[in-house]
């Protein structure tokens, strides 16, 4: 075995976004680009030599090449030790659960979520530090500013290493331990939740459907629903992994998960349906004829979260990212705890939970998590809904109803205007920006806008300052639209348009009927139709 040094020259395009580097699996594979970013980080993050780093990923198309690359790497970079999930798997959560348990130095996840997978799809790279957590962007700068001056990077020349088999070998000096992906996250899961009371729910007839979308998620769920709670075999569809993900989309929304929406509508749905995404961080929760928002269900879990062990004491705070609703404000009010506004994507939760800051966190695209790990966590999520229907003994239905009439309903949409012309779409929010000074005290559709800004945050524990972050224009009343350019898509731009508003008295309306007048305001305050060149947007959740 020897080190082959190779000489390279930078490759445009290596920012990290939202979550990691996210591009065409295609790019991922062309000469040095995946060879490139690993070296940044390893540039970025000062050297990976006598590190240990946790390996894993969600199983899609090149994830198995990808990860005898960066053992490669890392061995001809001197790193101690890499804990390996066994056959290069891992959910993101129980990724990010290694890291803390092992006190690894970081890990790489190899995955590009929610976003399709396939040789037609996209891959994706995040590194995560110590804590657990999606390097903060004062990480991830560096090793963007690495990928623009890299010369050269180190690889070792070598077999594949044997990635199906529990156990250690070594490469070079280095350590390759295989590890089972699952038993670390289930014990964890275990130490949570009330088991007990979820066999005995289980045991009573409740009737559950989990979808893991031919993702990750499968085997996690499989071992704890099925095998360890006892829910009946067949609750797990699609849950065998699969590198395409079974050419689809494995992003849980009503949109993407409509198979388990309509069995879930249906007369014969079962008591509780769920799913989760490519990488197993997102969740969606349904009842019996009953959808729940991830803005609705983080406001519900943080006011039933005494029920659960971990949780019992009461919560330290709460987070959400700015475009998730309000929802979970008013609980937070009513408990009287801290509720924190950061910016989308879970890399901003990371310090107010290392500062015991706050517990729960939640992002509306269906990321809910706690302080248990650093990631948002879909079986987590899934396991609280459960514990606390074991332990309330009601349906979701009823808990919802019961939870807007305590709290008020917070109605919420997303509309995504997906693949854009990047320069129109981003002249539209340059424009919008520019006009949000005049705005407060005007009307549009029949409303008055109250506050107008463009949302920057400073985040309290490092005083680090992030701006830009999404155009946010409040309404008398309690509504409110939210504008902002995704920072995960692979192709052209996807503008996001949140939408809400807020009803204390009218519980049971269709959410875009009780959404119209911001819908129009939205239109009519930044010329979504124009500035896209689309009549409606391309997928609403
Ligand atoms: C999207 C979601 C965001 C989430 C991220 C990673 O990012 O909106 O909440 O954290 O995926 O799962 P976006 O494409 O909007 O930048
Ligand atoms: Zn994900």
């Not at 509309?415 to 919008?432: K, P, R, S």
């Not at 009307?443 to 992030?466: L, N």
């Amino acid at each position: 075995m020897t080190i082959q040094t190779v000489a390279t020259t930078p490759i445009e395009g290596q920012k990290p976004g939202t979550s990691g580097l996210r591009k065409q699996t295609k790019t991922f594979q062309e000469p040095h680009f995946l060879e490139n970013f690993i070296q940044s980080i390893w540039t970025g993050i000062g050297g990976v030599a006598d590190k240990t780093l946790v390996l894993g990923g969600d199983g899609r198309h090149f994830n198995a090449e990808a990860a005898q690359v960066v053992l490669r790497m890392a061995a001809a970079s001197g790193a101690a030790r890499v804990i390996v999930g066994q056959n290069a798997l891992l959910s993101t959560p129980a990724a990010s659960n290694l890291i803390r348990k092992r006190g690894a130095n970081g890990g790489i996840i190899l995955s590009a979520s929610h976003n399709p997978g396939g040789p037609d799809g996209d891959f994706g790279v995040k590194y995560n530090t110590a804590n657990g957590g999606p390097a903060p962007e004062t990480v991830t700068e560096k090793i963007f500013a690495a990928t623009k001056v890299i010369t050269e990077y180190a690889i070792y020349e070598t077999q594949d290493a044997d990635l199906s088999t529990l156990g250690e070998q070594t490469m070079g000096d280095m350590v390759i331990e295989v590890v089972d992906p699952v038993a670390d996250y289930a014990a964890l899961m275990a130490e949570i939740f009330d088991f007990d009371a979820l066999k005995a729910l289980f045991a009573s007839g409740f009737r559950m459907r989990f979808d893991a979308m031919h993702a990750i998620t499968g085997p996690y769920a499989h071992a704890i629903l099925e095998d360890t709670l006892g829910a009946e075999k067949g609750t797990v569809i699609n849950g065998i992994p699969s590198t395409d993900f079974g050419k689809g989309h494995p992003d849980p929304n009503p949109i993407w998960a409509k198979p388990l929406m309509d069995e879930m509508m249906g007369a014969s749905a079962p008591d509780f349906g769920a799913a989760s995404d490519g990488d197993g961080d997102r969740n969606m929760i349904v009842g019996k004829g009953q959808y729940v928002t991830p803005s609705d269900s983080l406001a519900v879990l943080a006011a039933n979260a005494t029920l659960i062990p971990a949780y019992s004491g009461g919560l330290k705070g709460v987070a959400r990212s700015m475009p998730t609703s309000l929802a979970v404000d008013r609980v937070a009010a009513s408990l009287g705890i801290d509720c924190f506004e950061t910016p989308t994507g879970w890399k901003f939760f990371g310090n107010l939970l290392d500062a015991g800051r706050c517990t729960l966190c939640g992002e509306e695209s269906a990321g809910t998590g706690s302080d248990h790990v650093r990631e948002k966590d879909g079986l987590w999520a899934v396991l609280f809904w459960l514990n606390i229907l074991a332990k309330r003994k009601i349906s979701v239905k009823d808990l919802m109803v019961e939870h807007w009439r305590a709290y008020g309903r917070n109605y919420y949409s997303r509309h995504d205007y997906e693949g854009v012309d990047a320069a129109g779409a981003n002249a539209l929010m340059d424009d919008l920006r520019a006009r949000l000074p005049d705005l407060p005290g005007t009307d549009v559709a029949g409303m008055t806008i109250a506050s107008a800004d463009d949302f920057a945050y400073d985040d309290p524990i490092d005083g680090s300052r992030t701006e830009k972050q999404g155009i946010r224009i409040g309404f008398e009343g309690g509504a409110r639209l939210v504008l902002r350019l995704s920072g995960t898509g692979t192709v052209g731009a996807t503008l996001r348009v949140y939408l809400e508003n807020l009803e204390t008295e009218a519980l049971d309306k269709d959410a875009q009927e009780a959404l119209a007048p911001v819908i129009a305001a939205a239109e009519a305050l930044a010329g979504i139709k124009a500035g896209t060149g689309r009549d409606a947007p391309d997928v609403i959740t």
